[in-house]
């Protein structure tokens, strides 16, 4: 690995010790920095030729555009605020999206990657909404080096980038395939059962097709207990100790692996469950209301309280199996039920609702016989995916870190 033969201070925390040659200029000597506009989301159709960014990157496409070129984006507004994209040719630029406008002797793919390791996010105003003030930003200090090596830096960073985001679109192909064979196995398992040979007969119901023509469709309320959990106030100050139970937020549950992180929580006293309601070991968690809504479901194996935005399901009587009803839950007519009654801008459904949903239910030994089925596959496939998220992050880390440390000096590149 080369580096620069001398060092000096930058004077910028996050930057350290830069080249004796380079200077530090503010961000709007870089550049101006400009809003996009407003374009109804109605107007939005992926048959359109025009890609939309907002504030949170890609929205869409559309079929006209209001900027044509290569330029660099930043996310104004949202949760991920502070994003860098680059666009080029057409495209509409909303008005939750700061288009820089480069001045002369700014390398745009350069200024694009310089941007991308600041963590612009780290700058935003705390807000229902976070967002971006361009006047603050504007006055942040970066470093400035000559065209030359500007040049040089980008090529060679296009270079060892497109190789790494190579590697990383492979896996995420790779990973998808997983999921859908995750998808698959469990719908036709749950659906169908373990033989394939069963008679089978048609459930009257167009979303299910046909079952084995010894099974039975009922109502959740029919197979299952339902019950909400309770809000905690953001004063509550509970310590961790032995003697206490897990409080289950919905951020606790992975979305894709069904796991639920109990440790990095808040901990219920048990002087204090009187005021909280509790399930026990053997229960499904599923969320029903806000952005993960039907995707995040676990399956519970200890003593919890849990947040009101999650719904626990146990079984109701011994004629029906809970850890076949989890699969059930991520089969593609539950999701299609729940999917159907969404309501709001949020996304929710009531416990009304989700007590008259359908559920396939065959005897209770070929319940426990397809659980078991699918305990041993999808715990195969989960952890190939563990893997492969494993070897994603790795190579997104590798990423950044090889942006960071040539842009910000401490790799030396030279124009070939």
Request: with cysteine; proline share 3%; hydrophobic share 35%.
């Amino acid at each position: 690995m080369k580096q620069y033969n001398t060092y000096k201070p930058s004077g910028i925390e996050w930057l350290g010790d830069i080249p004796e040659h380079w200077e530090v200029k503010r961000v709007k000597d870089f550049g101006e920095y400009q809003s996009g506009y407003f374009i109804d989301a109605n107007e939005f159709d992926n048959d359109n030729d025009y890609p939309v960014f907002g504030g949170n990157g890609l929205r869409g496409y559309a079929c006209k555009f209001n900027h044509n070129g290569e330029y660099i984006l930043i996310g104004r507004q949202g949760a991920l605020c502070g994003n860098v994209n680059f666009a080029s040719g057409k495209f509409w630029a909303t008005e939750h999206a700061v288009v820089v406008y480069s001045k002369k002797g700014i390398h745009k793919r350069w200024y694009a990657y310089l941007l991308e390791i600041m963590n612009l996010n780290q700058y935003a105003i705390s807000a229902a909404q976070p967002g971006l003030s361009v006047e603050k930003i504007r006055r942040l200090m970066l470093p400035y080096i000559s065209f030359t090596e500007q040049t040089a830096i980008a090529n060679y960073l296009d270079t060892k980038t497109a190789a790494i985001d190579r590697k990383i679109e492979l896996l995420t192909t790779k990973a998808n395939k997983y999921k859908a064979l995750r998808r698959s196995l469990i719908n036709e398992t749950v659906c169908r059962g373990l033989n394939p040979n069963a008679p089978l007969k048609d459930s009257d119901i167009e979303w299910i097709g046909k079952i084995p023509e010894h099974w039975e469709v009922k109502r959740v309320k029919d197979n299952l207990d339902l019950l909400t959990g309770n809000s905690i106030s953001d004063k509550t100050d509970f310590e961790d100790s032995n003697n206490s139970i897990p409080y289950v937020a919905t951020k606790d549950i992975e979305i894709n692996s069904c796991n639920i992180d109990y440790e990095n929580g808040i901990y219920i006293p048990r002087k204090e469950l009187k005021k909280f309601k509790t399930i026990n070991p053997n229960s499904i968690l599923l969320c029903i209301e806000g952005g993960s809504a039907g995707k995040k479901i676990a399956f519970n194996t200890r003593r919890i309280c849990f947040v009101n935005k999650l719904c626990s399901f146990s079984s109701k009587g011994n004629a029906v199996d809970i850890k076949y009803n989890f699969y059930q839950m991520q089969s593609a007519p539950w999701l299609f039920q729940f999917n159907q009654v969404m309501n709001g801008l949020i996304g929710g459904v009531s416990v009304s609702l989700l007590k008259t949903f359908r559920l396939i239910t065959p005897p209770k030994n070929e319940q426990v016989e397809i659980a078991n089925y699918l305990n041993e596959k999808t715990t195969q496939i989960d952890t190939i995916l563990t893997n492969i998220s494993e070897q994603i992050t790795k190579f997104t880390q590798l990423r950044k870190t090889l942006i960071n440390d040539v842009v910000t000096g401490k790799i030396k590149v030279t124009e070939e």
